[in-house]
């Protein structure tokens, strides 16, 4: 736990130190304007720079300056340094171009000036705090190889002898690790992980126990590496492939997720399903009409669902199947030719409206547009036998829509579901949310599922 605070300092110091260099370096630009000095309004030139701030962050953390492999590596540094600084320059004259000359009291000179400035400072900065940082063998990564012991002793050993790595590596075995994990709990709570990485270096005779191994671990580990064999390499197309120590590795996933779109995906779920709720206003009162007047009863119906972590909530949806009493049934998954739906029902599911109160829930921060269609518990029981992989689903919040539900049909079963929103999260970006809700849109105007 220690280890996790003391990174975490660290790397808020950087980005705190990275912001005050930024600011420094406009402030200089701003400098030479010294002969319209005077004219300037201050708390205007404030409020520019802090927006420019604010773009230059989202830039460094989308080319990860913040990661703890970045930050030892004085190369990765500075590359990765200038590539932020290079796409936050042009994002701020692209936006400067957009905002008219009179809007703002920033100059497109003090921009571009700022840029060259923040270039040389900040890549000397980070270039001398890798140095620094390498002292904190607190913040070294360290990995545990399992699966075959002669290539797992054989990459440990490569990684632990490379100076410039600041990492350390040893082979374990599977029991060996539960028992590490398992002193992790006993000393930070039950629901405490290990933050050591993993690689596993599976065998092609030996398929079942990589299952195994990679089960595990996906539930306790924070993140997964696998180093593949001859064949391996068939299926995974080269922007999977990283390398530690000129060893190379897979990222196959692991408890937790990663990927720093996810700092923004809330705020992209607030925006939009503000004003899609705004926006559908029209269809909400005309579906309420529509379900009283033919159906009587309620217009809303309430399930309760698992979210994020497994924390239950209560989801949204206008109501299509004839009131039940349903309390303390089990819960019974909905097919092609249910009775119970009603006419107006019927239209509201085809086309998907049924499913727009969930906006609501996306605005409450319950769901998200896109993830895994959110499940109630004892799912997987009720579906199949348990399987670990089934909470791996709820290392992200649910979605309105998911890639389950542009792919997969009403005939598809939970074990196919599952393999959807497992690739899903593997893969979680922009670009991927980006497609389904693209998908998702021609869908419902078609009015068919998945095919």
């Not at 040389?120 to 063998?137: D, E, K, N, Q, T």
């Not at 039950?190 to 126990?209: K, L, N, Y």
């Not at 970006?429 to 998702?440: M, N, P, W, Y």
Request: hydrophobic content about 45%.
């Amino acid at each position: 736990m220690v280890r996790i605070h003391e990174e975490r300092e660290v790397l808020f110091l950087y980005l705190l130190t990275d912001l005050m260099i930024v600011y420094l370096a406009m402030t200089t630009a701003t400098l030479s304007r010294f002969n319209t000095l005077y004219q300037i309004d201050f708390t205007l030139l404030q409020r520019d720079r802090a927006l420019c701030l604010a773009i230059f962050l989202i830039a460094a953390v989308m080319a990860g300056i913040y990661r703890s492999a970045t930050i030892f590596d004085r190369f990765d540094s500075i590359y990765y340094t200038l590539i932020a600084v290079l796409a936050a320059g042009v994002a701020q004259l692209t936006l400067s171009g957009l905002i008219p000359a009179e809007m703002r009291e920033i100059s497109r000179r003090e921009l571009i000036l700022g840029v060259i400035i923040a270039g040389i400072w900040l890549p000397v900065w980070h270039y001398c705090a890798a140095r620094i940082v390498g002292r904190f063998s607190s913040l070294g990564r360290f990995y545990y190889l399992l699966g075959d012991q002669a290539e797992g002793t054989r990459i440990a050993t490569e990684i632990s002898k490379n100076r410039r790595l600041a990492a350390q590596a040893e082979y374990v075995s599977l029991d060996k690790l539960k028992e590490i994990v398992a002193r992790h709990r006993e000393l930070r709570g039950e629901h405490a992980h290990a933050t050591e990485d993993v690689i596993i270096t599976p065998t092609v005779q030996d398929r079942a126990q990589f299952d195994k191994i990679l089960e595990y671990c996906a539930q306790h580990c924070r993140r997964i590496y696998m180093y593949p064999t001859l064949h391996d390499t068939l299926m995974f197309h080269h922007s999977n492939l990283l390398a530690i120590s000129g060893i190379p590795l897979i990222p196959v996933g692991g408890r937790r997720i990663t990927t720093t779109y996810l700092y923004f995906k809330r705020l992209i779920d607030v925006c939009v399903s503000a004003f899609g709720l705004l926006a559908a206003a029209p269809i909400f009162i005309a579906t309420a009409v529509a379900i009283k007047a033919t159906c009587g009863g309620r217009i809303f119906y309430l399930q309760q669902r698992q979210g994020k972590n497994g924390r239950p909530f209560r989801i949204i949806k206008f109501r299509s199947m004839e009131e039940v009493e349903t309390a303390g049934a089990d819960y019974v998954r909905s097919d092609k030719n249910d009775v119970r739906v009603t006419p107006i029902g019927a239209i509201i599911r085809k086309y998907k409206i049924d499913e727009l109160p969930q906006l609501v829930n996306v605005l409450k921060g319950d769901m998200s547009l896109i993830g895994p269609r959110p499940l109630w518990e004892g799912f997987s029981e009720q579906n199949g036998a348990p399987c670990p992989m089934w909470e791996r689903r709820l290392a992200v919040r649910p979605g309105c829509t998911g890639l389950a539900h542009v792919l997969g049909s009403s005939f598809s079963k939970p074990a196919d579901f599952l393999r959807y929103d497992l690739v899903y999260i593997s893969s979680v970006s922009f670009l991927v949310d980006l497609k389904i809700l693209v998908a998702t849109v021609r869908i419902v105007l078609s009015g068919k599922g998945g095919q």
